[in-house]
């Protein structure tokens, strides 16, 4: 029966259990579905079963409560069904946020259609405000103009359904909210518990009535309407910060830590997240040893991404920059250079058929290093240099490409003692190769 319902909801069993795991992976998968169901449809379609289930049971439950208003003219249940109704449309506009969910980015809206959630949710908002201006615009009527009812008890079992109803939905839509992280989706559900609490105010009035104390009604409808501007300012908090592209400062502090896990990463040097709609992005840039190779560097980046998306479940796309040396250092560095304390030696000019550039030796934050910056190379360049050291010996440095630079080949360890040297520079490619005579001869001036 229930998988019957929800077919007819737009929701298979199995779209329920591939947006739950979505959200809640452990195992390893990092919140990734391998099936056919794409992860974001399974989670969007959960919140479209959800609205649709609440608004049935708010449809029921108001026209219980509109049948004992005919019978008892009763104008507080007249009013508490009409809060009830309001909250079932209020389905209205997140049914249309995530069907727009659904579809694919354009080249217009290349992040999707997400933000429309939010809108929702503003929406949202101004009908809990707008039910909690009538709540208390119906209490302070009463105790000026005060209504006399009838059939008190029916009034009062009425009141107990729209509780009842109410409470259900609130449960059903801020647990589903939560599964799929939709703001919107939560606050709908705080505002079927508001109703909710309206719909006791009902049963307290009848009360009242019935033991001879006919303000009793109007009076907790007051308190019931302050209780509601509280929900109002919570769900708007909640909305207004994501369609600001706030996040909770936990969650980033879940990302630098999933970064923590992963070895040869010396820094996190910014993480920054947003959500749209009930889906996480994330950008982190982090620093890792200038002396990698890019494919080391590219291994490190898919590891953390693997430790973010383990971390942080809700997380639906993770983008990870990788830097090989700390871009708030390079101006300080730069200023150290046109300041002249930089004594290395003056670079060799490259021009060859394979590559053209410039050859120099420079400082890193682990010591000196040589570089080849090139603006011209063939595909599949290779570069080494080959230094005659005294006594006939010969050292070796090999020039690997840089992480911080495609366009560079670096050394992972310093030329030796002095800088003043006579040289060759092998440059390779396939089967092509060439070999550049240098001189390096270090500037005069104190070291």
Do not use: C
């Not at 019957?4 to 990092?30: Q, V």
């Not at 889906?279 to 430790?307: I, Q």
């Not at 910056?373 to 290779?382: A, C, N």
């Amino acid at each position: 029966m229930l998988d019957k319902a929800r077919n007819w909801f737009g929701l298979s069993p199995s779209n329920a259990h591939n947006g739950r795991d979505h959200n809640h992976a452990h195992d390893g998968s990092h919140g990734h579905t391998h099936g056919v169901i794409d992860p974001t449809i399974a989670t969007t379609a959960r919140g479209i079963w959800a609205i649709k289930w609440s608004f049935v049971i708010l449809a029921i439950t108001a026209a219980l409560q509109i049948l004992v208003v005919l019978a008892s003219g009763s104008v507080a249940l007249l009013a508490d069904a009409i809060h009830n109704v309001a909250d079932a449309t209020t389905a209205i506009p997140l049914w249309i946020a995530f069907r727009l969910a659904r579809r694919k980015p354009t080249t217009t809206f290349t992040y999707g259609y997400g933000r429309v959630e939010d809108l929702a949710g503003i929406a949202i908002v101004g009908i809990i405000l707008f039910s909690a201006l009538v709540a208390g615009y119906e209490a302070i009527d009463r105790i000026f103009h005060p209504q006399s009812i009838t059939l008190l008890m029916w009034v009062a079992i009425a009141g107990l359904v729209g509780f009842i109803g109410n409470e259900i939905v609130a449960v059903f839509r801020i647990r589903v909210g939560r599964e799929i992280n939709s703001a919107a989706l939560i606050a709908d559900g705080y505002h079927a518990r508001t109703d909710g609490l309206t719909s006791l105010a009902v049963v307290a009035g009848a009360l009242g009535v019935w033991i001879g104390f006919p303000l009793a009604d109007p009076i907790v409808g007051l308190l019931i309407t302050i209780a509601i501007f509280g929900i109002v300012w919570q769900s708007a908090k909640a909305v207004l910060t994501r369609m600001l592209d706030g996040v909770e400062p936990a969650m980033v502090g879940e990302i630098r830590h999933a970064a923590e896990h992963v070895s040869g990463l010396k820094k996190v040097l910014d993480v920054k997240a947003r959500w749209l709609g009930h889906r996480l992005y994330a950008d982190v840039a982090v620093l890792v040893d200038e002396t990698l190779s890019v494919a080391e560097a590219d291994r490190l980046g898919e590891k953390l991404k693997r430790e973010m998306f383990a971390h942080v479940p809700a997380l639906s796309v993770a983008n990870v920059r990788v830097h090989g040396s700390d871009p708030a250092l390079g101006d300080a560095r730069a200023a150290g250079h046109e300041g002249g304390h930089h004594h290395s030696p003056e670079p060799f000019t490259v021009a060859s058929a394979l590559a053209d550039g410039l050859l120099e030796i420079i400082d890193t934050p682990h010591g000196e290093r040589m570089r080849l910056i090139v603006d011209r190379h063939v595909e599949g360049l290779q570069a080494a240099v080959t230094i005659d050291r005294a006594g006939g010996n010969i050292e070796t440095l090999t020039l690997t490409p840089a992480v911080s630079n495609p366009h560079a080949f670096i050394s992972s360890t310093a030329p030796s003692e002095p800088h003043e040297f006579e040289a060759q520079l092998h440059l390779k490619a396939g089967d092509r190769k060439v070999v550049l005579p240098f001189r390096m001869v270090e500037p005069e001036g104190p070291s």
